[in-house]
């Protein structure tokens, strides 16, 4: 079946230090592939998406690039903020109208000053 | 900006009693979805609904799960029988035909004692 798996966490950063939450996933098929976000005390929020190989996902300074060959869709942000600390989940659906999404394990950050 | 809204925002239960979780989908969105987060855990699919139908299910919606839309706006999940392993957050979500992107609810956190 698909799965997703995710760098274990908590990750503690610094503020302004470099992001990297790695993601790879195991599909029948080319998916879609999502970064959601849940902040303390907050439901999910969509962060990025990358729908085929090779296109980049962005928002709020995070990045995440579809690599079919290797199988991930690793997210990274070039400085880190306080405000960033969450949880972060990696995600995939298949295209076609109600179509389930297949979540990680989640990874927590932390940014510290 | 469109959201979905969920009611009630907690809910604690006895073990065997009924509850009933509501969501107001994003309006002009078809496609619904209800997941579920046990503490710490991974968010997991419980069912998807299109045109008045279940469109698929998981393993863990048995029985004792059933979703209905019973209005033009209100999409809901019914557990028949709380057991306390229901506790959860429990997400729902809706999306549309063309971007196909599922947007998240705040969730109920559901507590069974």
Known sequence: GNSVTQMEGPVTLSEEAFLTINCTYTATGYPSLFWYVQYPGEGLQLLLKATKADDKGSNKGFEATYRKETTSFHLEKGSVQVSDSAVYFCALSFTGGGNKLTFGTGTQLKVEL | ?113
Not at chain 2, 29 to 43: A, D, E, N, P
């Open chain 2, 1 to 113: 900006e469109p959201e979905v809204t969920q009611t009630p925002s907690h809910q604690v239960t006895q073990m065997g009693q009924e509850v009933i979780l509501r969501c107001v989908p994003i309006s002009n969105h078809l496609y619904f979805y209800w997941y579920r987060q046990i503490l710490g855990q991974k968010v997991e699919f419980l069912v998807s609904f299109y045109n008045n139908e279940i469109s698929e299910k998981s393993e863990i919606f048995d029985d004792q799960f059933s979703v209905e839309r019973p209005d033009g706006s209100n999409f809901t999940l019914k557990i028949r029988s709380t057991k306390l392993e229901d506790s959860a957050m429990y997400f729902c979500a809706s999306s549309d035909r063309v971007t196909e992107t599922q947007y998240f609810g705040p969730g109920t956190r559901l507590l069974v004692l």
